[in-house]
């Protein structure tokens, strides 16, 4: 925690020689895009895409969930949707999945979640990782059905963003770009599937 703290005393300070770069923020919030990704902190945005401060509507979930759309529903991320798309009028929106998803590894193994029944109850009411198609599941947590796993679980985010009735709309009209991409943390490769329609991803 100290290294976190000296640097932020220090951050005014910093960069006091050049003060219409943050200046420049505080009149305005105009992002490029948005990127819906997991909490894991090995997954760092500004440090994959190069993002710079105010270029990048970021929010992150546990196994970077959408829940699907509900009216009526009290939920951040729906909040947070609907700003950065009819607020913000962004033209792309990106849902990021990673290598080594402690989320859904969860899924995978279909555990009962007493350990962590928070996550679990997230995860069975939100992510929607299953369909009937897809038949059973693998046995086990092993890696080489996460890969597999995790990028179809990004796909399935990109089709609950499309029950949003303000993203399809603006999907629809060409006002809107979804991407699925998909981030190795062991290499800093990222993957993309061609959506709409995809089922593979391919390197960027």
Do not use: K
């Not at 270029?55 to 009216?71: D, K, M, Q, S």
């Not at 080594?100 to 007493?114: D, K």
């Amino acid at each position: 925690m100290q290294p976190f703290t000296d640097h932020v005393r220090g951050f005014a300070a910093r960069n006091s020689a050049h003060p219409q770069a943050l200046a420049s923020l505080a009149r305005e919030h105009r992002p490029l895009a948005a990127l819906v990704t997991c909490s894991d902190a090995r997954v760092v945005p500004s440090l994959i895409t190069g993002a710079r401060p105010g270029e990048l509507f970021e929010l992150r979930t546990a196994g970077n969930v959408v829940p699907p759309y509900r009216r009526h529903a009290v939920c951040a991320v729906a909040a947070s949707l609907e700003f950065a798309v009819e607020q913000l009028r962004l033209p792309d929106l990106i849902v990021c999945g990673h290598s080594h998803c402690a989320a859904v590894r969860c899924l995978l193994r279909r555990r009962p979640g007493a350990d962590l029944p928070l996550l679990h109850r997230w995860l069975a009411a939100a992510a929607g990782y299953r369909r009937p198609a897809e038949g059973p599941l693998p046995p086990g947590p092993a890696d080489e059905h996460l890969a597999g796993a995790a990028q179809r679980h990004v796909l399935t985010q990109l089709e609950h963003l499309r029950t949003y009735p303000w993203v399809e709309r603006r999907v629809r009209a060409g006002q809107l770009r979804l991407h699925a991409w998909y981030y190795t943390v062991e290499t800093g490769q990222t993957l993309a599937a061609r959506v709409p329609g995809a089922s593979t991803f391919e390197a960027l």
